[in-house]
Each structure stands twice: as structure tokens, then as C-alpha cells.
């Protein structure tokens, strides 16, 4: 067993009770802890934002939303337990209030509890100020009176539905509360089997290679999935990381702003340098003059014309420039006025026909 894991699963027995049984020597464990500063990174999850947590490749934070309820839960904490296996736990104020036993028994074996509000309304994306002020002060407080003497829960929060608004958005960034999102859900709250739970959130997580699982503790089919699931992750070399929140005991962990990001930014490109102006000038002295061809004008498309015959005169009416600017540069070049003509309204190069009197006839034809 890594020695990472013997650490976490010591704490684990420790922080529970000399009853409990010692870690199994093929326990999936948990592989480090990361400590997030919510000042800096006040919304993770690229479900919905830029950022999510600094985790390598192969790394999962598991979260479970809407408990405590059990039985569900406390089979989930039961896996987890085995597994030696931490995770975040975002709770619902009501549900708190109604379970506190369940609250604190997920502090004591050391997961971290975030909350969800009070009553995980599916309208975040909709209130004012004021009714989000209510909803996550009355669940924070609800998890608190249920911690008792442990205090507040860690200063995460998860929207309901993430239905996310900017009322919502200001509201908990100005009370210093890091919005979690998440990276892939696996759609335990559509009622799907637990073989289906299990399905979906390796699929989403072999894609991404790395981030947060969004899973729901109060699912039966989670908690019937979470053992299958968790032997699987540590068959397919994937390891659980622990997240919590910094405090000025616990500084947060030295991180590469990189990251944070599920795919690393791409490197900056330089402007090019500016050119010495001295070398423009000599290089420009040696260009060719423009020549009227350059203008699309007759000249490379056929030989040469010196003067223009009357009676092709009218077959020249389309240009891909402006009829005045047409008329200047072949004035300029052939020294010779140029009668104007009407510009057909789709512009096209004219080019010369063969015969005089089949130009005459396109040209006598009535113009769109």
C-alpha cells in the first residue's frame, strides 16, 4: 500500500474509533489532500466555468449532493469507510436539520461538508439578492446546529440543479463562498440503474481523464453502484484526492496556475518584432512599379489593348472595382478618355466576346 494511503487510512481509523476495522491492504484509499484558498478560485467545475481543481491525470474528487438521507447515506459512508476513501459532501439545510446524527457522523470520519441550501429550490438562476441570501444562510446555519461544537461547514457551495445566475454568482462571491460546479456528472437523479450509474460516470471520466464527480448520496442506485465503482477506479490505476478548505493553520497547497485549468492554457504568442526601417525603405526603392494589370483590367486576360473599339466598348460595363476608378487607371494608361458606362449591378470581370454585334445584343438587354 502507498505510504499516502496508510497516513489517510490511520487518520480515518483514528478519527473514528478504535472499532473500526483497519484499512484493507487493497483499499482504494485516498491518494493525497489539496488545500483551496476560495479567495483565489471562486468557482471551479468546467461544466460552467474556466477553472476547476489542480488534480494530475488520473485524479478524481468524489461529491455527493442533497443528503443526508438515510439509508442511502449511510451506505454511502459505509463504502467509503471501507474503501478508506474520503469525499465532499454538499448538504441540504432541511435535510440536516432532520438527520444531524448522519451530519456528524460525516465529519467524524472525516469528509468535508459543504452546503446546498436550505431547500434545494430549482430557481437559483431566478431570485433576487434577498431570496438567495435566504436560502444559503438558513442551510448553512441548519449544518451548523447540526455540527454542534465542529463549527461551520467548509466554505463551499454548490448551486441547486446548478442553475446558476448572476444574483446567485455575486451574492456567494461577496460572501467568500467557492461556487463548486463540477466536471462530469453520472445521472444518478434520472432514475437510471446502478450498473448504469457506474457506466456513465467511468465513461465521463475516462473522456476527461481527470476531474469532479457529480454524484447524489440520497440516489439508491449510488449507494448501490459506490463499491463496484470505487474497485473499479482502483483497478484502472484512477486515485481519490481529498479537498479542503484553507485556514490559517492549513495554507492552501503551492499550485501551477496551469493547473486549474482541465487542459493546460495554450503558450503565449509574441508579437512579430517591427522591422528596421532602414530596410524598408531600400527594399521599396527595388519594387516594380503597378502596372494597370494589376488592376484586373483587360491585361493579363487577353493581349494587350491600345486603344479600345467602339463596338466592344459596351462589353466592358462589369468591373470588380468602381466604375470612376476604372475609368482613371485607363486613362492613365492609354492616355485616352473613356466614355462611361453603366456598371451592372453584379459585379463581374467583363471580358472581351468575339463577335461586335453579339456585345451589342448583351448590351441592348435590360439590366436587373
Known amino acids: 500500500m502507498r505510504p499516502e494511503v496508510v497516513f489517510v487510512c490511520a487518520a480515518l481509523i483514528l478519527g473514528t474509533g478504535a472499532a473500526e476495522a483497519a484499512c484493507r491492504p487493497d483499499a482504494l484509499g485516498t491518494s493525497r489532500t489539496i488545500v483551496v484558498d476560495p479567495a483565489a478560485h471562486a468557482r471551479i467545475g468546467t461544466m460552467q466555468y474556466a477553472e476547476t481543481l489542480p488534480l494530475a491525470d488520473k485524479e478524481v474528487v468524489l461529491t455527493f449532493d442533497d443528503g443526508p438521507l438515510p439509508p442511502h447515506t449511510t451506505r454511502v459512508l459505509d463504502t467509503l469507510r471501507a474503501e478508506c476513501v474520503k469525499a465532499t459532501f454538499f448538504l441540504v439545510g432541511r435535510m440536516a436539520h432532520s438527520f444531524p446524527d448522519l451530519v456528524r457522523r460525516i465529519h467524524a470520519e472525516g469528509h468535508t461538508i459543504g452546503s446546498h441550501s436550505q431547500n434545494h429550490p430549482l430557481a437559483f438562476h431566478k ?24 463549527g461551520p461547514p467548509a466554505p463551499f457551495f454548490r448551486i441547486p440543479g446548478l442553475l446558476r445566475g448572476e444574483a446567485a454568482e455575486t451574492y456567494l462571491a461577496d460572501r467568500h463562498l467557492m461556487v463548486w460546479s463540477a466536471d462530469f456528472p453520472a445521472d444518478d437523479w434520472t432514475r437510471i440503474s446502478a450498473d448504469e450509474v457506474m457506466r456513465r460516470a467511468l465513461e465521463r471520466l475516462e473522456r476527461k481523464g481527470k476531474g469532479v464527480l457529480l454524484l ?153
Not at 485616352?336 to 471580358?351: S, Y
Request: no cysteine; charged share 20%.
Open 216 to 368: 447524489h448520496d440520497i440516489q439508491s442506485s449510488t449507494a448501490a453502484a459506490l463499491p463496484e465503482l470505487l474497485r473499479e477506479l482502483k483497478r484502472r490505476g484512477y486515485r481519490v484526492v481529498h479537498v479542503e478548505p484553507a485556514k490559517p493553520d492549513n495554507p492552501p497547497t503551492p499550485t501551477d496556475p496551469d493547473a486549474w485549468r482541465l487542459r493546460p492554457s495554450a503558450p503565449a504568442i509574441a508579437w512579430p518584432r517591427v522591422p528596421n526601417p532602414a530596410l524598408i525603405r531600400t527594399a521599396r526603392a527595388d519594387l516594380p512599379v503597378p502596372s494597370p494589370q494589376s488592376f484586373g483590367l483587360f491585361y493579363p486576360y487577353g493581349p494587350k489593348i491600345d486603344a479600345l473599339p467602339a463596338d466592344l466598348e459596351a462589353d466592358f460595363t462589369a468591373f470588380y472595382i468602381p466604375t470612376e476608378v476604372a475609368a482613371t487607371v485607363f486613362e492613365a494608361w492609354h492616355a485616352t478618355p473613356l466614355r462611361t458606362v453603366e456598371t451592372h449591378a453584379r459585379t463581374r470581370h467583363a471580358r472581351p466576346r468575339p463577335a461586335a454585334a453579339r456585345v451589342q445584343a448583351a448590351a441592348a438587354q435590360p439590366r436587373p
Open 127 to 150: 431570485m433576487d439578492a434577498t431570496g438567495v441570501q435566504q436560502e444559503v444562510e438558513t442551510g448553512i446555519a441548519a449544518i451548523t446546529a447540526a455540527l454542534g461544537d465542529s
